[in-house]
């Protein structure tokens, strides 16, 4: 396997985007052209390369609220094996140009596929794909080893030596120490740390006390409508993240998550390469079919050999029966103004203790507010007249009764118009959610810390948390129309 460009980005947010390092293989390209023929695709100059990688992750044009190369219906991105299609002298398509961001940077590669080009192989049996991937996540360690966010010093230091390491790791365009063709196996059993070698793309080994991570982090979204003609929707998918500070050069580790004896089953499991062995039960319940009490609902065990850096070691989803909050809203024209009513219960089962909880009122396609009479049963209202918005700080409790309302009136009557929305228009509006809650998962799902096996010479400290927060928490104001899907909302 061979790459015929490196490309190192940083960006914020999608702003201040410049590419800090590049480097193309001409030996490799020789390659790509003749094994591509009439149908090879030469790599542009960096800045073209720059605009189309953003254009294909949606960073650029950010103001535009439609793009056609980006926003297109037909156009389907398949990250992180992206589709680039240059126009101009050698004008074709780079394919696949693989990716991944974290913190300020994009890495991004361009692997010789020697295959050919028609018809498209799939990318499951493209060796260079995974290879790659595991060349770029090296690269992302050796740049940000102390985790996403660096300063721009040690950023720019590491860049520096960033020519001299790609030469050691990939001399000629070709990594060294990555998977190989029909390679067995990894044995499961433990050798000697003595005969293990270590990949060169790692940064080094562990030395010093011995510390595992394991933080799970549970996240809800809904829709509710508050109809009785529009089935209200919520989903919940986990990702178990780990950080493991342990000496030798693959240390063994077990993670085992357990459910409540009434827990309903994980389903649609994912995990990292690292898992060494699992069981096939584990992997073959799926939300698409009908659950029944033959479901396996765990322990789920995972060992595995874990790299340096912090990683996902699984995700999954889980049926609950009801959302943590659930809530009404009601819009109402009165002679130029709104009356707006709110109701937000907290189920019984969820923990009554946030981190932190408000709602977001936005108001669109109206002038700039004027007078605002609302009042709260708890928490905080703070005003934004400039942004037509109304946030309720609930704080870190719902009060005893477990309920909270707001009822009042809004006048827009300021001298400017406020903001805009294409969908939100008349009485078209939402609440938006956003909560944390500490030490508690909807699922009940939770990693105990006896629970977490470290084959070491030293006693490691372990250390695990769990937490419920939202994310696309919508109710809709049930007097409007609002957009309804009709089936199940997809991850």
Not at 166 to 182: A, R, S, W, Y
Not at 201 to 212: I, N, P
Not at 298 to 323: D, H, I, N
Request: hydrophobic letters at 35%; charged letters at 20%.
């Amino acid at each position: 396997m061979s790459v015929r460009a490196v490309w190192i980005i940083s960006q914020e947010k999608g702003e201040n985007v410049s590419i800090r390092y590049s480097r193309r293989f001409a030996t490799v390209e020789h390659r790509a052209q003749s094994l591509a023929g009439g149908s090879y695709a030469a790599v542009p100059e960096d800045s073209t390369v720059l605009q189309l990688l953003l254009t294909e992750l949606g960073l650029s044009d950010s103001h535009k609220s439609y793009v056609v190369l980006r926003d297109d219906c037909v156009h389907r991105q398949r990250s992180p094996a992206l589709e680039l299609r240059v126009d101009g002298p050698g004008k074709g398509v780079l394919w696949p140009v693989l990716a991944i961001s974290q913190g300020p940077l994009i890495l991004a590669c361009l692997p010789l596929v020697d295959a050919p080009a028609e018809p498209r192989p799939p990318l499951a049996s493209l060796l260079s794909v995974s290879q790659g991937l595991t060349l770029l996540a090296g690269l992302q360690t050796f740049l940000l080893s102390s985790g996403s966010m660096i300063d721009s010093e040690g950023l720019a230091s590491r860049l520096a030596m960033l020519p001299s390491v790609l030469l050691q790791i990939c001399p000629l365009g070709t990594p060294l120490d990555v998977p190989l063709l029909g390679t067995p196996a990894t044995s499961t059993a433990p050798t000697p740390a003595g005969s293990q070698k270590q990949p060169a793309w790692k940064t080094g080994l562990h030395r010093g006390r011995a510390v595992v991570n394991v933080a799970l982090v549970e996240t809800v979204r809904s829709m509710q409508y508050g109809n009785r003609c529009r089935q209200d929707l919520w989903d919940v998918f986990g990702t178990v993240s780990c950080k493991c500070e342990v000496e030798g050069v693959l240390p063994n580790v077990t993670v085992t998550l357990t459910l409540p004896p009434n827990g309903s089953p994980l389903q649609d499991i994912l995990v990292h390469p690292c898992v060494t062995s699992l069981d096939s039960s584990i992997l073959t319940a799926s939300s698409i079919d009908n659950c029944d009490g033959s479901a396996f609902s765990g322990p789920y065990k995972f060992p595995f050999s874990p790299p340096l850096e912090p990683f996902r070691l699984c995700s999954y989803t889980s049926q609950v029966p009801v959302p943590p909050i659930l809530g009404s809203y009601q819009l109402k024209e009165e002679e130029n103004q709104l009356r707006v009513s709110v109701n937000l219960k907290l189920h019984e089962s969820v923990k009554n203790s946030f981190e932190y909880c408000e709602a977001r009122l936005p108001f669109f396609n109206r002038d700039q507010m004027g007078v605002v009479d609302v009042k709260v049963s708890s928490g905080q209202l703070d005003v934004f007249k400039e942004k037509n918005l109304l946030v309720w700080v609930l704080g870190q409790k719902f009060p005893k009764c477990r309920e909270v309302t707001m009822e009042g009136k809004i006048s827009f009557s300021g001298p400017t118009a406020g903001p805009t929305d294409p969908l939100c228009t008349e009485l078209t509006a939402y609440i938006k959610l956003y909560f944390k809650v500490p030490d508690m998962t909807l699922s009940g799902c939770c990693v105990d810390q006896h629970s977490v096996q470290v084959y070491s010479s030293a006693k490691p400290r372990i250390i695990t948390c769990r937490e419920l927060q939202s994310k696309e928490y919508f109710i809709w104001n049930s007097t409007g129309s609002a957009p309804v899907s009709s089936g199940q909302m997809m991850l």
